[in-house]
Every structure is written in structure tokens, then in C-alpha cells.
């Protein structure tokens, strides 16, 4: 399996913006769908976003639609979500994942992935 490291959280004010990484180490990302979950507390894991392997497709929940971008440098066996306009509702864990197995866009649940990041803490005050 592929191992994942998240970074790039942290604590901004409503509006900003932040980016947070996903590296990988092990077996090279280009064979695999990597995607974005976030777990707010006391709320069960979310979909975030998902990407194809070369990138070329991606899709994105409803609520992040327009403010989170996915994007992947497979040379560089990592993946990345640019999320712009942060609102105190996006206050959560987020989680890196990946699978080798086929793209579902916005249909991707945890049950199509695999391998799973530790998760990293985004926080955004009003």
C-alpha cells in the first residue's frame, strides 16, 4: 500500500485561504485515484474531492464547489487541495486517500479507498 503524510492545516479567519499537501511514499501515485475527506467533530467523514490519475478528471462536493481546487504532481508523489474563501464550516480533519481501483467522481465514499493519510487539522474562526 501507499503511505500518506498530510500537511499545510492550521488556523485561519473565515475568508482566507490555505493549501494542504499529500505526500506519498511507497508506490507512486500515478497508479492510483487520490482523493479528499474531512471529518468535522461529531460528524461522520465527508467526501471532499477526488482526482483522476493523471488529473485530468476531478470532482468536488456540493459545498466546496468553486473554493477547493484538487490537483496532483505525480513526479513529485504528491497531491494538493487549494481551498479559497474558507468558512468556519470547513472546520475539520482532513484526510488524504487513495485507491487503485476505478474513479467515481462525486459518487467516491471511504469504501473506495484504501489507503488513508493521518488527517490534519483545518480550523477557520469567524
Known amino acids: 500500500q501507499v503511505q500518506l503524510v498530510e500537511s499545510g492545516g492550521g488556523l485561519v479567519q473565515a475568508g482566507a485561504s490555505l493549501r494542504l499537501s499529500c505526500a506519498a511514499s511507497g508506490r507512486t501515485i500515478s497508479n492510483y485515484i487520490m482523493g479528499w475527506f474531512r471529518q468535522a467533530p461529531g460528524k461522520e467523514r465527508e467526501f471532499v474531492a477526488v482526482?483522476?490519475?493523471?488529473?485530468?478528471?476531478?470532482a468536488y462536493a456540493d459545498s466546496v464547489k468553486g473554493r477547493f481546487t484538487i490537483s496532483r504532481d505525480n513526479a513529485k508523489n504528491t497531491m494538493y487541495l487549494q481551498m479559497n474563501t474558507l468558512k468556519p464550516e470547513d472546520t475539520a480533519v482532513y484526510y488524504c486517500?487513495?485507491?487503485?481501483?476505478?474513479?467515481?467522481?462525486?459518487?467516491?465514499?471511504?469504501?473506495?479507498?484504501?489507503?488513508w493519510g493521518q488527517g490534519i487539522q483545518v480550523t477557520v474562526s469567524s
Open positions: 482526482i483522476s490519475w493523471r488529473g485530468g478528471r476531478s
Open positions: 486517500a487513495a485507491d487503485d481501483r476505478r474513479f467515481r467522481g462525486p459518487e467516491s465514499t471511504m469504501t473506495d479507498f484504501g489507503s
